[in-house]
């Protein structure tokens, strides 16, 4: 199982980025999956989840109506459209699978990470 | 300010027992499983625990535990590469959101 996040870049508040995470080793089209970013010095946040056929998104409040989790099973591939970026997006941004145990579901598998910047 | 508490620094020695702990409320932890995170020197995180089940390629010494609303990952015999950032996760039925502790820096002396 292999995620690879790229996309990452410097831009100006306001601006956008969109985050593309290619993925390999697993069947995509059957799986859950996440963005996850951490802040400087800071911990782990959640950003957004996508259903495994692309039908339902869940996302923190702070991104919600900016950010955009969407994912192209064909190219087994996942994206984070980010829209009206803040200073405070600043972070390494995660794309993660899920794993489903016993009804429960637990983030798996992470990717490396691509870094984003917002600032002027 | 985290959904779930963790201790901010927890220190242990070679071949030691140490438990990090996890505190929610009945919307998270008390109704949902646990997964624990490892996050050595700020790179990629590493599932060491779903439940109370060890993920593959895990070693034994990791175990976790739940009861109410707290869980726990206990390291049976501390080695020199635990020492990293431990984050818990679950989901939160009240927040609609998946939620993680603010993280437990493991120190081995």
């Known amino acids: 199982v292999q995620l690879v996040e790229s996309g990452g870049d410097l831009v100006q508040p306001g601006g956008s980025l969109r985050l593309s995470c290619a993925a390999s080793?697993?069947?995509?089209?059957?799986?859950?999956m996440t963005w996850v970013r951490q802040a400087p010095g800071k911990g782990l946040d959640w950003v957004a989840n996508i259903a495994p056929d692309g039908t339902a998104a869940r996302y923190v409040g702070s991104v919600k109506g900016r950010f955009t989790i969407f994912r192209d099973n064909a190219k087994n591939s996942l994206y984070l459209q980010m829209n009206s970026l803040r200073a405070e997006d600043t972070a390494v941004y995660y794309c993660a699978k899920f794993i489903r145990l016993n009804n429960y579901d637990y983030i798996h598998v992470w990717g490396t990470g691509t870094k984003v910047t917002v600032s002027s | 300010q985290s959904a779930l508490t963790q201790e901010a620094s927890v220190s242990g020695t070679v071949g030691q027992k140490v438990t990090l702990s996890c505190t929610g409320n009945n919307n998270n932890i008390g109704r949902y499983a646990v997964g624990w995170y490892q996050q050595v020197s700020r790179g990629a995180p590493k599932a060491v625990m779903f439940g109370d089940f060890l993920p593959s390629g895990i070693p034994d010494r990791f175990s976790g535990s739940k009861s109410g609303t707290a869980a726990s990952l206990t390291i049976s015999g501390l080695q020199p590469e635990d020492e990293a950032d431990y984050y818990c996760s679950t989901w939160d039925y009240g927040l609609n959101s998946r939620v993680f502790g603010g993280g437990t820096k493991l120190t081995v002396l």
């Open positions: 080793g697993f069947p995509f089209n059957q799986y859950y």
